[in-house]
């Protein structure tokens, strides 16, 4: 039973496996641990394996991953390939993992290695951009010549030659200075976990076009497919009718969103640090989650229970006891992180 479960879902198993290893690699990085695999392989590379023919090579490999050739590829098969939708596949994800990587690093804010650079860069270190975006790039590319090219030999070159440069172009980063190596395998792991699910959303948009062209003589198939899609799509169009009825209809909800507001400001003026910053986001979504919540509670003993009656009111009042109770811990955390800064 196990065994099937884990081959059913081994994917999924291989995402969550990956953004543990992420979170291991931020604890040390936010404590400013100096890895040890970092400090080994930084000997190793820099001390023994560089010299002037390795470095041009190195650069070269490096700049296949660089924003010009990737928009390159992705303008040609946006141009070239008749099915549009896999350019676009392609073009959406270069574009999400761009700004997924620069999101990180802002949030992260771990300095780059100093002192044995080849090239010069900016910014800041994990993960590495080079690494998690062509991990992401050439990932799916990969996936997708796997999928949909029937020529074997084709399939097992593309392959093989894409998979070959996703490693060399993370080992370019270290080789050239500009990066650890817990910034490249971090950016490895991210861009894994975030491949696995977006190569299921390309999976579904390309399958359908396949059935649409084909004219397949099960019908019944493409209605349920898109029966699918649209309830995907339906489940955030009813979640965001939902937050915009509680917004109109619940006080409390104003004033949650106006401390977050607050709070937002408060952290951009005093520079509070990533972990203070990923703290006050878990407590603004527990607190309006546990609102919401609490709406929908009331909501629903409202319509089983229409007359007064006692257990109807323990109900409303645990919910309600919730959201207090979260927003109570709240404020002590969030005096906890300012007040310090204010009075410094």
Not at 90 to 110: D, E, F, G, H
Not at 111 to 134: K, T
Not at 137 to 166: D, E, H, R, S, T
């Amino acid at each position: 039973m196990l065994k099937r479960v884990m081959e059913k879902n081994y994917k999924w198993i291989i995402a969550f496996l990956c953004l543990i290893i992420v979170l291991m690699m931020l604890e040390d990085i936010f404590e400013n641990e100096q890895m040890s695999l970092d400090m080994f392989v930084y000997r190793l590379v820099i001390l023994n394996l560089r010299s002037e023919p390795l470095t041009v090579i190195m650069k070269v490999i490096t700049n296949l991953s660089s924003a010009y050739v990737l928009i390159a590829i992705t303008v040609g098969m946006l141009l070239f390939l008749k099915n549009k939708k896999i350019g676009l596949c392609v073009a959406s994800n270069l574009m999400i993992t761009t700004v997924l990587n620069q999101v990180l690093k802002y949030i992260i804010q771990r300095p780059r290695p100093d002192g044995y650079r080849l090239v010069i860069e900016s910014g800041y270190s994990f993960p590495s951009g080079h690494s998690m975006v062509s991990m992401a790039f050439y990932g799916l590319l990969i996936y997708l010549i796997w999928k949909m090219v029937k020529n074997k030999k084709i399939k097992y070159i593309a392959c093989g030659m894409l998979g070959i440069l996703i490693p060399l172009i993370g080992f370019s980063r270290i080789y050239l200075g500009v990066h650890y190596a817990s910034d490249v395998i971090g950016g490895f792991a991210i861009a894994i976990a975030y491949l696995i699910v977006f190569a299921n959303i390309t999976k579904s948009i390309l399958q359908l076009e396949k059935e649409k062209k084909t004219n397949m003589k099960n019908k019944r198939k493409i209605v349920e497919l898109r029966k699918k899609r649209k309830k995907l799509r339906n489940s955030f169009k009813y979640a965001f009718e939902g937050i915009g009825e509680a917004w109109k209809t619940e006080q409390n909800l104003k004033i949650h969103f106006i401390i977050m507001t607050l709070v937002i400001i408060a952290g951009i003026i005093f520079n509070i640090s990533a972990m203070e910053w990923i703290v006050c986001l878990l407590l603004f979504a527990i607190v309006i989650s546990l609102e919401l919540i609490n709406t929908a509670i009331e909501t629903t003993v409202d319509i089983a229970m229409p007359d007064i009656n006692e257990k109807a009111k323990y109900a409303k009042d645990i919910a309600a006891g919730a959201v207090l109770f979260s927003a109570i811990i709240s404020i002590i955390v969030g005096l906890i992180i300012f007040l310090p800064k204010i009075f410094v």
